[in-house]
């Protein structure tokens, strides 16, 4: 038997997507864009107490060196030798926020994901200190004042953990996002690891000025963070260091990116006015503005798109950020038990092919875009006994896509130019029946690459045209076409504007249910609420009505 020959493919670029609910790493090839291999890895989400979320900056790391082995591995069973990997991109999660401690390389604490809302009473005792007429924070850096956002986050650990408190007395405490965590650790961690984040994760930390690309004093001051424990800025395309262990050991890691920004480059979203819309955990829908910072006047965040390499110009964009998107699916399978997997969300619904009435605002961390209203809480409503489990899956898709009617809305008039077309992007959009609804719902058509994979391979795109890779030209006549599957309207626009109007009447409902803000404190008296701070509004029985959701007849 002929011994079987390694496979020639040009050179390949591997990305790490760190996201809120997996890690995952994908080999892709240069020239074709072609996805070659991966692997993926669930992350445990914590939830101590009401409110709050974390996640295990230790298992974080790990899940990464197990998905690039694994993804070794399954190269060398397609005869494809791992030399040929010539750089390493990293996306990730944003605004999640690590401290470590640099002597040891430990965490001083579990990373604060951007969910979390613990931080509420934090903001509004520091929005008093905002003059009204000059919020220089939004002015700086683009942002509300939010518990989305890094700084406050990091403010929290600083008032209420001892040894973060201690580290930075002493010297030894690191911040950084998630980026920020995995490239110090993958370049040596305690033995020379590089410190740095980029332009665009640096942008949602609430401390960065997007004008002048740099750590801004002032809002430093302002959120009382010391300086020195922040990462270096650098550009999002560029070599940051070398992997110092595992399979890839000596390999460059030369891209960085967050999640959005990653999915935005992917989608070759590079020209002024392209947009794309992300569902994952979240959603989020982006719209590149080019040079120009612009600011919304309908809920819309202004943050930095990307910036290719250090001494190339800047990008910005406007988002429409949604908290819950594929979460809502995950809540249905752990929380309710009403699915086992993600999948069968896509088959209740194709059972009922209508929510019959029944709405469902999934608020479960508060509204973020257009409303900003940390006072909103979850909830279902239009139920009857006729409800069940189907039409409360179908409930859950459509509100992933009324949220993002809300944010394309907010998007439209802050542009000026309606979107003719929708680009959409990852792991939801595999499910036929929501990318259907998403079309009917906006009443313009809904376009996705049938390579999904577009955040990873926004990673592998920056970190292959990085100045010393140059594997990857981002130039226009040199990108792969991409194919794409494409969802039309099939609902007649009266019947689109009657189902979004009813949905407003529900997000309407859902606000003001949490009347004290101090999820600090921990006391489940603050929240009148079922876990995770859900209501039913209902005209039944609540008996009754648990019966039908779990579909007892």
Request: net charge negative; proline share 4%.
């Amino acid at each position: 038997m002929a011994a079987s020959k390694t496979a020639v493919l040009g050179p390949l670029v591997g990305a790490v997507d760190q996201g809120t609910s997996s890690t995952r790493f994908l080999v892709f090839n240069s020239r074709t864009a072609e996805l070659l291999s991966h692997h993926q890895v669930e992350i445990k989400q914590e939830f101590p107490r009401e409110g709050w979320v974390e996640q295990d900056p230790k298992e974080i790391l790990h899940s990464v060196y197990e998905c690039i082995e694994k993804t070794c591995e399954k190269l060398g069973q397609l005869n494809v030798g791992i030399s040929n990997i010539k750089a390493i991109g990293v996306s990730n999660q944003r605004e999640t926020t690590v401290v470590w401690d640099k002597i040891t390389g430990e965490p001083l604490y579990n990373a604060v994901v951007w969910l979390d809302l613990r931080t509420q009473s934090t903001v509004e005792s520091l929005s008093k200190r905002i003059p009204g007429n000059n919020n220089f924070v939004k002015s700086k850096t683009g942002l509300p004042l939010s518990t989305y956002f890094s700084a406050v986050k990091l403010r929290w650990l600083l008032d209420n953990v001892r040894k973060v408190q201690k580290a930075v007395e002493e010297k030894r405490a690191l911040f950084g996002t998630i980026d920020s965590w995995l490239i110090w650790s993958l370049t040596g961690g305690v033995n020379g690891g590089v410190h740095c984040t980029d332009v665009t994760n640096a942008s949602r930390t609430m401390l960065f000025n997007i004008h002048s690309l740099e750590w801004d004093k002032q809002l430093c001051e302002f959120f009382g963070i010391p300086m020195e424990i922040l990462p270096h800025v650098r550009s999002s395309s560029e070599i940051y260091g070398l992997m110092k262990a595992g399979a890839l050991e000596g390999v460059p890691i030369s891209g960085c990116l967050g999640d959005q920004s990653a999915a935005l480059v992917g989608q070759m979203c590079f020209q002024i006015g392209q947009a794309k819309n992300t569902y994952g955990t979240g959603c989020f829908l982006l719209c590149n503005t080019g040079h120009k910072c612009v600011f919304s006047d309908h809920g819309l965040l202004t943050t930095v798109a990307y910036k290719l390499g250090r001494d190339k110009p800047v990008y910005y964009a406007l988002e429409g950020s949604v908290a819950i998107a594929g979460a809502v699916i995950r809540w249905l399978r752990d929380n309710l038990g009403i699915i086992k997997t993600s999948e069968e969300t896509e088959k209740l619904a194709k059972e009922v092919g209508t929510s019959y009435g029944c709405y469902f605002v999934p608020a479960f961390s508060g509204l973020y875009a257009p409303y900003w209203e940390p006072s909103a809480r979850g909830i279902i409503c239009g139920l009857t006994q006729f409800t069940n489990k189907c039409h409360i899956a179908f409930a859950a898709l459509e509100a992933v896509c009324f949220q993002t009617r809300e944010i394309l809305d907010a998007m439209n008039r802050d542009c000026g130019i309606p979107l003719s077309h929708l680009q959409v992007d990852g792991g939801m959009t595999s499910n036929k029946i929501l990318m259907q609804l998403q079309a009917d719902i906006l009443y313009i058509p809904v376009v996705k690459p049938l390579m999904p994979e577009t955040t990873a391979l926004g990673a592998a795109m920056v970190a292959g045209a990085a100045e010393g890779v140059d594997v990857w030209s981002l130039e226009p006549e040199d990108l792969s076409a991409v194919t794409m599957e494409r969802f039309e309207p099939q609902i007649n626009a009266e019947e689109s504007e009657i189902r979004y109007s009813t949905w407003k009447k529900a997000v309407m409902k859902s606000m003001g249910w949490v009347t004290t803000q101090s999820p600090e404190s921990g006391d489940p008296s603050v929240f009148c609420s079922l876990p995770l701070g859900f209501f039913i509004v209902s005209s039944m029985a609540m008996l009754i009505g648990a019966r039908y959701i779990s579909g007892i007849p």
